[in-house]
C-alpha cells in the first residue's frame, strides 16, 4: 500500500492539470449551452461589482499621490516667489540708495480693434478708444499677453490710430535678454524684423527673448516683443543683425490694450 501511494503524489499536479484540461474543454463544447452563458454573465456581472470598489481605491491612491505632488510644487513655487519678491525689494531699495529713479507705472485701457487700415503708408487699425476714454498720443499698446503691438499716432474723442510694430516706419529700443545688448527693432520686406548694430562679440544665439529696453518714454521696460531666429553675418568687422520673429499674432487680434501712465 505504501509503494502505490508514492507514484500517485508524485503525479498530483499533472492529473490535477488533465482534469482542468478536461472541464475547460467540456466548456468549450457547451458553448450553446442557455445555463451556461446565464451563468457565465452572472459571473461577469459579478465581477463588474468587485471590480468597482478596487478600481475607486486605486483612484484614491492615485488622487493622493498627485496631491502630495502638487502640494509640493505649490511649496517650491511659494518659496521661489517669496525669493523673487525679497529680490524686488532688495532691487528698489539698492536702486534708492544709488538715486535711481523709480519705475513708471502705467493703467491699462482695453480696446477693441475696429478695422485694419494698412496702406503703402502705414499698417495699423483703428480702436474704440479715443481721448473721451484717456487715451494719450504715442501711448504704447499691447495685447492679452502683455506683447508689443504698436502705438497711438492719431486720435479722435472717440477712436484712435494705432501704427503696428510691422511697419515700416515703426522703430522700438528693444533688449535681448539673455546677453542684455540692447538695439533697435525695425521691420523690412525683404529682411523683415532686425535688430541692427548688434556688437560682433555678443553673445546672441536662436531662441533668446527680446523685449523693450525702456530707453523710451512710450514704451516701458520688459515688454515681450519675440524671439531671435537668426543671426546674420558680421557686418564690417564690428556689427551685426539679428532676425527676430514676433509673438504677437496680428492676424488674430480682436482686442489689445492701451497703456497710459499715472
Do not use: C
Not at 483703428?126 to 499716432?153: H, I, R, W
Not at 544665439?205 to 515688454?223: L, N, Y
Not at 537668426?230 to 490694450?257: A, C, H, M, W
Amino acid at each position: 500500500m505504501v509503494t502505490a501511494a508514492i507514484p500517485i503524489s508524485r503525479y498530483r499536479s499533472l492529473a490535477n492539470l488533465l482534469v482542468a484540461i478536461a472541464l475547460s474543454l467540456v466548456i468549450i463544447a457547451s458553448d450553446d449551452n442557455s445555463t451556461l452563458q446565464r451563468t457565465r454573465g452572472l459571473i461577469l456581472d459579478a465581477s463588474a461589482y468587485l471590480y468597482l470598489p478596487l478600481q475607486w481605491v486605486e483612484t484614491l491612491f492615485t488622487i493622493q499621490k498627485d496631491h502630495r505632488e502638487l502640494q509640493q510644487r505649490h511649496i517650491q513655487a511659494q518659496i521661489d516667489l517669496n525669493k523673487y519678491k525679497t529680490l524686488v525689494s532688495e532691487n528698489r531699495r539698492l536702486r534708492n540708495m544709488l538715486g535711481f529713479k523709480g519705475e513708471k507705472s502705467f493703467l491699462l485701457i482695453p480696446a477693441n480693434v475696429l478695422s485694419d487700415v494698412g496702406s503703402h503708408t502705414m499698417n495699423s487699425f483703428t480702436v474704440d478708444q479715443g481721448s473721451n476714454d484717456g487715451v494719450e498720443l504715442l501711448a504704447g499698446v499691447v495685447d492679452a499677453q502683455a506683447q508689443l503691438v504698436g502705438k497711438v499716432v492719431a486720435i479722435s474723442p472717440n477712436t484712435s490710430l494705432i501704427q503696428l510694430v510691422n511697419d515700416k516706419n515703426f522703430r522700438v529700443s528693444v533688449r535681448e535678454m539673455r546677453s542684455r545688448n540692447v538695439g533697435i527693432l525695425s521691420y523690412s520686406l525683404k529682411k523683415g524684423y532686425m535688430i541692427q548694430d548688434v556688437p560682433k562679440n555678443a553673445e546672441v544665439i536662436a531662441g533668446d527673448s527680446v523685449v523693450t529696453s525702456g530707453f523710451s518714454d512710450i514704451f516701458p521696460e520688459h515688454i515681450f516683443v519675440g524671439w531671435v531666429s537668426d543671426i546674420s553675418p558680421v557686418v564690417e568687422d564690428y556689427v551685426k543683425s539679428v532676425q527676430v520673429d514676433l509673438g504677437t499674432d496680428f492676424n488674430r487680434l480682436e482686442e489689445v490694450f492701451i497703456l497710459k501712465t499715472k
